[in-house]
């Protein structure tokens, strides 16, 4: 018989579980994420899979009765080892390649942060970079901190109204629930910071968020010392009009290096991921001439102190504002500058004299830093172009380059597959399995970010074509199951007749297409659906069904955004694709793992070259589901004619309707001539061989190649360790 455990080892776990409830590393961990989820299955899927919830959902008195179930405690215990000695780890990457930065770290602001869905400070793609920025920092050891904003209402929940449009409410988060920590004085107060905005001085409240090893500081300005509007500036991601942006932006960039200085940090780069952080170059200047340097001397220095990466060009996505709203904005700040107004707004010129040209925060971004870059190779050359008359130097001159994006692929691999693979790397009967553990030390997660371990899929002797189709299955069914119970919650009204009809919606047997992402208009949502009839015949073919998901947000005030969504809704409810074609409503990250999992295709066509990398397709390859896109962004590099599909080639039309008739005509006719012939040449036993050589070569040349591990060693060789 077990001894029970006694009340100071109760209290260590206890204590422990807290600690770790509060640290985003339980995201990429799949035992930690069990273990809570076994505590109350119900609070996990409820509350948005967040274990500081359901640590409050569960007493300690509870708690501590479960734990003397011994099983529990000893998973309990596993879990809290692993996380201790991730934390204490001195042999990572960085501590070979880049020690240095330990010191001095790099900053990485950012308007928003993806981390996970209990934490909805994120509109998008822009955010879930950085979230998965933060998590691989984390894993290589990096010397990284993370900058940014608290909103407390976040970005918006969607919802659909009778008319199919999409409306808007907003969940308030409390702080306490979700996985933050305030940032306290020594003396245990809360740290507080000051930042001038407008002719205020508006003071700011600081949360950690604790990504594995690395810091991610949310600055909130909602105190009750501060005017309601400022203390509204943080309310939520992107809201309100330029003004609140401008202020925000102020925030986040100056006030940011002020809590910087006020921890004790002393940077070696500033990294701003996308211009809205760019405002941190007025106070680095501002800094070194309080310090006795002429401005001319204060612009060198900072120069080489920043580093900018450039996400879109998307006009709309490069803030601009008035010399006016600059002038209202920074009037206290301008005081303590000793820099006449004038020359302020010309480092956001191009032409600096010129008066009609709005400021522009990404020129003063390009202007203020040492390196900068675009998202993928497309990218950086369109960004060469788009910005060559700043620097009037022949284009290929023009100093913007590119790293390719990537994401966190064990944050993104969803928990079957995180098993599935980890048995492989764990079998000690097999002889290869035996070389990569041996090779990374027993480590399986390392092993799985490795280029290694993903070349072996194409060898059948490792993993069968059987068991990666039953794999395959598996999750389409988990998708299809999630689709049709998150129909029923969306349908309010549902009556039992309903709730029968949504469990036929959808076939696990069909080839299910998904497309999910923000519904900007250049993405280009209801592409496909030009070609109806040819569609309706897809759909409807009993020998090879299809099948389509769909889900993303338009921004609030984006009507012809609304106009998409409120077109693909009508034509799920009420045309022959009724049943074949369902919208999931408020995508978020833990709808986006269900798709990019349970989905055989990853369809993605932008109008292009606007799509500067895109990440959700990243996310699909390690589930076996293959990308069909135009050649824009990450796919012109990933795609070699035999790991998915292509719709058009390496060029584009220059009118748009051109562009959209001709990709709109490939799309079918690529859909129709390759996937779903492969798809369903089957053999005897139903395994669609051919369609599984496409997935094993998938998993060959592109999961490891982009993830967020490659992008940020790249970051760290090319340009945080050159300063
Ligand atoms: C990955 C992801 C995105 C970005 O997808 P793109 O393909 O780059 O448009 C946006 N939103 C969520 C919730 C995601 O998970």
């Known amino acids: 018989m077990n001894k029970p455990l006694t009340g100071a080892e109760l209290n260590e776990i206890v204590a422990d579980l807290n600690k770790l409830s ?123 901190m993370g900058i940014g904003l608290f909103y407390r209402e976040g970005y918006f929940q969607q919802a659909i109204d009778s008319n199919n449009w999409q409306t808007e409410y907003y969940n308030p988060v409390n702080p306490n629930n979700i996985p933050l920590e305030p940032v306290l004085k020594v003396d245990g107060e809360r740290l507080v910071c000051t930042v001038e905005i407008g002719m205020n001085a508006v003071d700011f409240q600081v949360w950690r968020v604790n990504v594995g090893r690395v810091p991610v500081y949310l600055l909130d300005t909602n105190l009750p010392q501060n005017e309601q509007h400022f203390r509204d500036l943080t309310t939520r991601v992107y809201g309100g009009d330029s003004t609140t942006r401008i202020m925000q932006e102020i925030l986040l960039g100056i006030g940011g290096v002020r809590l910087l200085r006020t921890l004790g940090v002393e ?43 450039t996400h879109t060009p998307v006009e709309a996505g490069h803030d601009r504002f008035t010399a006016e709203l600059m002038n209202y904005a920074l009037q206290r700040y301008l005081t303590m500058l000793p820099v006449p107004f004038k020359d302020i707004v010309a480092l956001g010129r191009v032409k600096a004299d010129d008066v009609s040209e709005l400021f522009c925060m990404t020129v003063l971004a390009l202007k203020l830093s040492r390196a900068a870059n675009g998202v993928s190779e497309l990218h950086g050359q369109i960004s060469r172009e788009m910005w060559q008359h700043l620097y009037n130097v022949p284009v290929e001159q023009v100093p913007i380059g590119h790293i390719t994006n990537g994401i966190h692929l064990l944050g993104w691999m969803k928990g079957p597959v995180r098993q599935f693979w980890r048995r492989r790397l764990t079998d000690t009967a097999n002889a290869e399995t035996k070389t990569f553990r041996d090779k990374f030390g027993g480590d399986w997660a390392a092993a799985l970010n490795h280029a290694d371990f993903w070349a072996k899929m194409t060898d059948p002797t490792f993993v069968s074509d059987e068991e990666l189709w039953a794999l395959r299955y598996k999750l389409r069914r988990e998708l299809v199951e999630f689709a049709r119970r998150k129909l029923l919650l969306q349908n309010q009204r549902a009556t039992q007749g309903d709730f029968i009809r949504f469990d036929h919606f959808l076939n696990p047997d069909a080839l299910t297409i998904g497309f999910a992402r923000r519904f900007a208009t250049y993405k280009r949502a209801p592409l496909i659906f030009q070609q109806f009839d040819n569609i ?43 049943g074949n074609l369902v919208f999931l409503e408020n995508y978020d990250i833990h709808v986006a793992r269900q798709m990019v999992s349970g989905c055989d295709i990853w369809l993605n066509n932008p109008r292009r070259p606007l799509e500067a990398s895109g990440t959700s397709g990243m996310k699909a390859s390690c589930h076996g589901c293959l990308g069909f896109s135009i050649l824009d962004g990450w796919w012109r590099e990933g795609y070699d004619g035999t790991n998915g599909f292509a719709i058009s080639g390496d060029s584009h039309p220059d009118n748009v309707e051109e562009q959209d008739r001709v990709d ?60």
Not at 295 to 307: D, G, H, N, R
Not at 684 to 702: C, D, F, Q, Y
Not at 706 to 713: C, E, L, N, Y
Request: with cysteine; proline share 3%; net charge positive.
């Open 536 to 578: 309706v015949k897809l759909v409807r073919d009993k020998q090879r069904p299809v099948q389509f998901i769909f889900a993303g947000k338009a921004h609030p005030r984006d009507d012809d955004g609304k106009r998409f969504i409120q077109q693909i809704i009508h034509l799920s409810k009420h045309s022959e694709l009724a």
């Open 267 to 309: 940077p070696s780069t500033f990294h701003m991921n996308e211009g809205h952080a760019a405002f941190l170059t007025l106070e680095l200047i501002r800094e070194k001439m309080a310090a006795g340097k002429t401005l001319a001397e204060a612009l060198v220095i900072t120069k080489q102190e920043c580093l900018f990466t």
């Open 22 to 144: 509060r640290n985003l590393w339980w995201c990429w961990n799949q035992e930690a994420q069990d273990f809570f989820y076994e505590l109350s299955p119900r609070g996990w899927q409820n509350m948005f899979h967040n274990p500081v919830a359901v640590l409050r959902e569960v007493s300690e008195q509870e708690l501590r009765a479960r734990l003397q179930d011994r099983q529990l405690a000893t998973r309990a215990r596993a879990v809290l080892a692993d996380f201790k000695s991730y934390l204490a780890d001195t042999h990572t990457w960085c501590h070979q390649h880049a020690a240095k930065l330990h010191k001095n770290p790099v900053a990485y602001f950012s308007a928003e942060f993806g981390f996970h869905e209990s934490l909805p400070i994120s509109a998008g793609g822009l955010g879930i970079l950085a979230g998965d920025h933060a998590k691989s920092a984390s894993d290589l050891g990096l010397g990284f």
């Open 664 to 723: 709109s005509a490939n799309l079918y006719q690529t859909l129709t001539e390759q996937v779903v012939p492969l798809f369903f040449n089957r053999d005897v036993n139903g395994i669609p061989h051919e369609w599984i050589k496409r997935m094993r070569l998938s998993m060959a040349t592109l999961v490891s190649q982009f993830t967020t591990d490659r992008m940020v060693k790249e970051y760290t060789n090319k340009y945080y360790l050159t300063k």
